[in-house]
């Protein structure tokens, strides 16, 4: 499962997979702190998430303020949904290139400048249809290294028996941040001042860059691929499982190149160094399956989203005063999958663990499928949410466990890619369907489709013996 879920908190390894276990089945310990260096890192995603769901539908009320035409209101739309397709490789490769602590100060920094601006155009009025486009461009574009730098830069300051845990609560923020806060201050905001939302926003993105600037650098560790060299060699030969040590961090910084082999890793292909990180997918058995397993699971999970509102409204007869309330299941939800990861994976391992949770989701959406009041449909939705909450998690902490630092960006960047390309297809397909079929049919052939995916996770993510 990627982002666009129904949490909508953040895929981890971009739908892809990450490790919480150094080899599939392995258990993962549960004792010890995060540390303060994690709970800065999440208060700065925390932050930044709140910024980013008052931001979002703001600029949706602004668009349909500025302009009633459709067609133009989704032109706004795929401008801040174009840029992880077109730059998401390219946002790994220099989230592997750089420094990413300060490659996310620097991010943020630009963003709380470019929505302050903008904030200031809605103000004096000058905001019109090309200043929205080009603003969803390119904080879009932007949040591509910033996710890619995010994601690589947790190995760093966690211990690798505790990146489930870390991660989990990275989702229970960000579903806290976006569904109980951000979205409802939207609309309160926006109908105090259009520009309030934005300038919230803007002070968001700087008080994360201020707090990814308090993370100390970490000191370079052993690790596969000690330097951009090896780490492209390795995904030329294929990946090796790291050594880590319980209880222990890993450099989560690429290694800067020796002397001598500087000049000739920086004159690499931008494109071969994004083709490193597909390689090293297609040359780990597990990731690779991770990844396939997350992109047909999206399919399943996109046709549902894009007509979730009118089978709530029309087929289990909520009305549209209570949409919100029954929405507030799936952030309740992903809420109690955040922090239900790392108990879940450290009794039964990382890979049998999200096998269980895509089962227990395929139930979960089949309920929802069959039912017809608002209570039975919220409650099926939201175990489908913490379903979707754990999977992102325990998928994080398997490859931010399992890939080498050097290339944890670029590998991250691929999966999410994966996850995006396969989300169009479902909502084709569904708003084919439910046109053709009726909305019901839309979630029993989503409910067919994530059972599917389920069979193949039984066999393809059973434990290594």
Avoid: K
């Avoid at 980013?52 to 459709?70: E, I, K, W």
């Avoid at 994004?274 to 999206?298: E, F, H, K, Q």
């Amino acid at each position: 499962m990627t982002a666009g879920t129904v949490t909508d908190g953040g895929g981890a390894a971009g739908g892809g997979g990450t490790r919480g276990v150094g080899r599939a089945g392995d258990r993962v310990g549960s004792s010890g702190g995060l540390g303060s260096a994690y709970w800065r890192l999440w208060s700065a995603a925390v932050i930044s998430r709140l910024g980013d769901s008052v931001r979002t539908p703001a600029l949706a009320l602004l668009a349909a303020a500025v302009t009633g035409d459709p067609r133009l209101l989704a032109a706004v739309v795929i401008a801040g949904q174009l840029p992880p397709l077109v730059f998401g490789l390219i946002g790994g490769v220099y989230a592997d290139r750089w420094d990413r602590r300060r490659t996310m100060a620097a991010v943020d920094g630009v963003r709380a400048v470019l929505v302050a601006v903008f904030a200031v155009l809605v103000a004096t009025g000058q905001a019109g249809l090309p200043a929205l486009v080009g603003c969803a461009f390119a904080l879009a574009a932007l949040g591509t290294l910033f996710d890619a730098s995010a994601f690589a830069v947790l190995p760093a300051v966690v211990p690798a028996d505790r990146l489930p845990v870390a991660n989990g609560r990275l989702q229970a923020g960000a579903a806290v941040a976006g569904g109980f806060v951000g979205a409802p201050l939207a609309g309160v905001l926006f109908a105090l001042a259009a520009a309030l939302p934005f300038a919230v926003d803007a002070v968001s993105y700087g008080a994360a860059a201020l707090l990814a600037l308090t993370l100390r650098p970490p000191a370079p560790a052993g690790h596969v691929g000690g330097n951009a060299d090896r780490a492209s060699a390795a995904a030329s030969t294929g990946p090796t499982a790291p050594a880590v040590s319980p209880g222990t961090t890993r450099s989560a910084e690429p290694v800067a190149p020796r002397a001598g082999g500087s000049d000739r890793a920086g004159r690499r292909s931008v494109w071969r160094e994004a083709g490193d990180g597909l390689r090293w997918i297609g040359r780990d058995p597990v990731l690779l399956r991770l990844t396939a397993l997350a992109a047909s699971s999206n399919i399943a999970i996109s046709g549902m989203i894009t007509t979730l509102v009118l089978y709530a409204l029309t087929v289990l007869g909520v009305t549209e005063a209570g949409y919100g309330l029954f929405m507030s299941a799936a952030v309740l939800g992903g809420l109690a999958g955040g922090l239900a990861a790392g108990r879940l994976a450290a009794r039964l391992g990382t890979l049998p663990g999200m096998r269980l949770v895509l089962a227990v989701q395929t139930v979960a959406l089949g309920a929802l499928a069959a039912s017809r009041h608002p209570a039975p449909g919220a409650l099926a939705l939201g175990v489908f949410a913490a379903g979707t909450a754990i999977w992102n998690s325990l998928c994080a902490a398997y490859g931010q466990h399992r890939v080498p630092a050097a290339m944890l960006g670029r590998v991250s960047s691929a999966q999410r890619l994966a996850g995006l390309l396969a989300a169009p297809a479902g909502a084709a397909a569904a708003g084919f369907a439910a046109s053709a079929y009726g909305l019901p049919v839309v979630f029993w052939g989503a409910t067919a489709v994530l059972g599917v995916t389920t069979l193949a996770a039984w066999v393809a993510l059973r434990p290594a013996r």
